[in-house]
C-alpha cells in the first residue's frame, strides 16, 4: 500500500510563419512544412502494472484498509483507471490518486462491507491488472484471550526479496508463534507474544525455540479490530546469525476467532550480517542483478539492508503448543532464550 510517480510531458511546436519572411519565400502556400520538436513529444505509453495490494487471494483486509498500485514506468493520471467490484457485481466508487513522481498510486474507497470479497482491477496504459481479496469479519470479544496461533513457515510467501526466497531455510524454524495475552475493549489494546516454534516429529507437538528470545507487544492498537499491527521490534535468528529489525506482524482474527487470517511479517536485514557469515555472498549485488536494491538501514540510514515482506493466508489457532522447557503450555510462560539449553 504504498505510492510514487513523474509525469510524461506533452510538447507539439507547429510551426505558424508570416506569409513572407527575409529570404522572399512565401511560406504561405499549401506546401508549407510543419515541424513537430520530436524532443518533446510524448511517447507510447507502455507502462504496465508492477504489483496491487492488497496481494491476489489476500485474506482479512481491512475494510478500511489502504488499496495502492505500483507501476512500471512513471504515468499521468489520464493513462490510470480502475474499479471495485464486490461478489454480488455491485461497483464500488473509487479515485486513483498518483504520487508525485507518477510511479505509484492510492485507490481511494469508502468503508467497505465486511466479509465480502471484492475484485480490484487497474489498468496502465489501457493494460488491465487484477486481485481479488476477502474483507475481515465483525470485531472478536475477549473469547480470543490465552489462545495461541501458529503459522506455518512451509506456507508462507516471501514477497520482498522474492528473488532472495531461496534463503529461506537461512532464517531456520519451522512455526512463528502468537499468544493473545489479554484483550481490553474498552482500551481497544491486546497484549501479545510472538516466538518462534519448532515441531517435535515424534510427538506432534509444537514448541517455542530456546535458542530464540520472544517478542512481546505490550498495548497493542486494537482500536481496528479485528485487525492489528503488533511491533516494531528484533528478532535475532542464531541460526543464519543475523537479525531481523524492527520486525512488525500484521494480521486480522477471523469471525469465530479460531485463525490469524491476511498475515504480512515486515522487517529489515542487514546485508553486512549475511556477508560476515557468508564472505562470497554480497546481498546487495545479488538484489541488483535481480532488478531489486538495497535500501537505508533504519539503523545507521546506509544503504546496506533488505526490507523483508513475508506473506501467508492463515494462521490457525492451535492446542498442541508447548513449552521447550517443560512448562504448562505457553501462557505467560514466555522466556528469553537460554544458551545453555540451545541446541541450534
Known amino acids: 500500500m504504498r505510492t510514487l510517480f513523474p509525469l510524461f510531458s506533452l510538447a507539439l511546436v507547429v510551426a505558424c510563419s508570416p ?41 482479512g483486509v481491512g475494510v ?33 490518486e498518483l504520487a508525485p513522481d507518477g510511479l505509484s498510486g492510492v485507490i481511494g474507497h469508502p468503508a467497505l462491507a465486511e466479509s465480502t470479497a471484492y475484485t480490484l482491477s487497474v489498468s496502465a496504459c489501457d493494460a488491465p491488472s487484477t486481485t481479488g481479496f476477502t474483507t ?4 472478536v470479544d475477549e473469547t480470543i484471550e490465552h489462545g495461541t496461533y501458529a503459522l506455518d513457515y512451509a506456507t508462507v510467501d516471501w514477497v520482498q526479496p522474492a528473488w532472495a526466497s531461496a534463503f529461506r531455510g537461512l532464517l531456520g524454524l519451522d ?5 493473545v495475552l489479554d484483550v ?22 509444537i514448541y517455542q525455540g530456546a535458542c530464540y528470545d520472544p517478542m512481546i507487544y505490550n498495548n497493542v492498537d486494537f482500536s481496528d479490530n479485528p485487525s492489528f499491527q503488533a511491533g516494531p521490534s528484533d528478532l535475532y535468528i ?55 536494491s538495497c535500501v537505508a ?11 523483508l515482506w513475508l506473506s501467508a493466508d492463515e494462521a490457525p489457532l ?22 545453555s539449553r540451545c541446541n541450534p
Open 64 to 96: 478500511e484498509e489502504e488499496l495502492s498500485v505500483t507501476f512500471s514506468e512513471a504515468l499521468n493520471p489520464n493513462d490510470v483507471t480502475a474499479s471495485l467490484v464486490a461478489a454480488d457485481a455491485s461497483v464500488v466508487d473509487v479515485t486513483v
Open 175 to 179: 512455526y512463528v508463534l502468537v499468544e
Open 297 to 307: 538501514c533504519d539503523s545507521d540510514g546506509t544503504l546496506n539492508c533488505l526490507n
Open 136 to 139: 475481515t469479519a465483525g470485531p
Open 184 to 205: 481490553d475493549l474498552a482500551l481497544q489494546e491486546l497484549d501479545a507474544v510472538g516466538a518462534v516454534g519448532f515441531l517435535d516429529a515424534v510427538s506432534g507437538d
Open 238 to 292: 542464531p541460526s543464519g546469525n543475523l537479525t531481523i529489525a524492527n520486525l512488525r506482524i500484521q494480521a486480522a482474527f477471523s469471525d469465530s476467532g479460531d485463525a490469524l487470517v491476511g498475515i504480512d511479517i515486515t522487517g529489515q536485514i542487514d546485508a553486512r550480517q549475511i556477508q560476515e557469515n557468508y564472505p562470497i555472498l554480497d546481498a546487495c549485488v545479488l538484489a541488483t542483478n535481480n532488478g531489486d
Open 19 to 59: 506569409a513572407s519572411d527575409e529570404t522572399g519565400l512565401d511560406t504561405d502556400s499549401a506546401e508549407t512544412d510543419t515541424f513537430v520538436d520530436s524532443d518533446t513529444t510524448e511517447g507510447p505509453c507502455v507502462a504496465t502494472v508492477v504489483q496491487i495490494i492488497p496481494l491476489d487471494g489476500s485474506l
Open 318 to 339: 492451535v492446542n498442541n503448543v508447548i513449552d521447550i522447557y517443560g512448562m504448562p503450555g505457553l501462557d505467560e510462560t514466555y522466556v528469553a532464550a537460554d544458551d
